[in-house]
C-alpha cells in the first residue's frame, strides 16, 4: 500500500500530538462515507462528514456528522441563531478549506470557522474522520477531536 501523504491536516494532529490511524483507500467519486466505511471495514456511523456550510451572511462554518446521517439545515440555523444555513457549492467549499470537497479535513483549514459537531459523535470510541486528501482518512478519538477543534455540540442529524 502507498505511504500516507503529510497534509496540513496531519501536521495539526502532530502539532497538537494527537495519537492516530492512517488509513488510506480508493476513493471514488460520489462515493462518500459508504465507500470509505465498506473499504476500512468500518461502521459508516463512525465515519464523520466535513461538511462545509455558510450562512445567509455567506459566513462559512464547518458542520461534522455521522456518516450515515444528514444535516438538519433548518434545526442547525436555529441552534446557532442564524436565519438559514446551506452547503456551499463545491468549488466555494474548496476555497474557504484549502482542501478539496471529497478530502476536506476540519483540521488545518486555509481559513479559521466555527466548527459543530452531532453531539452523539463524542460518545463514539474511535472516529474516522478525512485526513486533507481524497482516499485518506485518519482514526482518532472523540476527545482528541473536542481538544483540537473545541466544536459546539449540536443536535442537527436526520
Known amino acids: 500500500m502507498s505511504k500516507a501523504p503529510v ?13 492516530f490511524s ?11 462515507t459508504t465507500v470509505s466505511a465498506r473499504e476500512l471495514g468500518v461502521d459508516e456511523h463512525c465515519v464523520i462528514k466535513t461538511l462545509i456550510m455558510e450562512d445567509e ?5 464547518i458542520v461534522l456528522m455521522h456518516g450515515d446521517k444528514e444535516v438538519s439545515t433548518r434545526n442547525l440555523a436555529r441552534q446557532i441563531g442564524v436565519k438559514h444555513v446551506e452547503p456551499c457549492d463545491p468549488k466555494t467549499a474548496d476555497k474557504h478549506s484549502g482542501y478539496q470537497v471529497g478530502g476536506t ?13 452531532e453531539a452523539s459523535i463524542a460518545a463514539l470510541p474511535r472516529i474516522y474522520i478525512n485526513g486533507g486528501k481524497r482516499g485518506f ?8 477531536l473536542c481538544r483540537v477543534l473545541q466544536p459546539v455540540s449540536v443536535d442537527v442529524a436526520v
Open 105 to 117: 479535513s476540519p483540521f488545518g483549514t486555509r481559513h479559521a470557522m466555527p466548527v459543530y459537531m
Open 7 to 19: 497534509t496540513q491536516a496531519i501536521r495539526v494532529l502532530r502539532e497538537h500530538q494527537v495519537a
Open 57 to 61: 451572511q455567506r459566513k462559512p462554518l
Open 22 to 32: 492512517e488509513h488510506l483507500y480508493k476513493y471514488e467519486e460520489r462515493g462518500g
Open 137 to 144: 482518512l485518519v482514526g482518532i478519538t472523540p476527545a482528541d
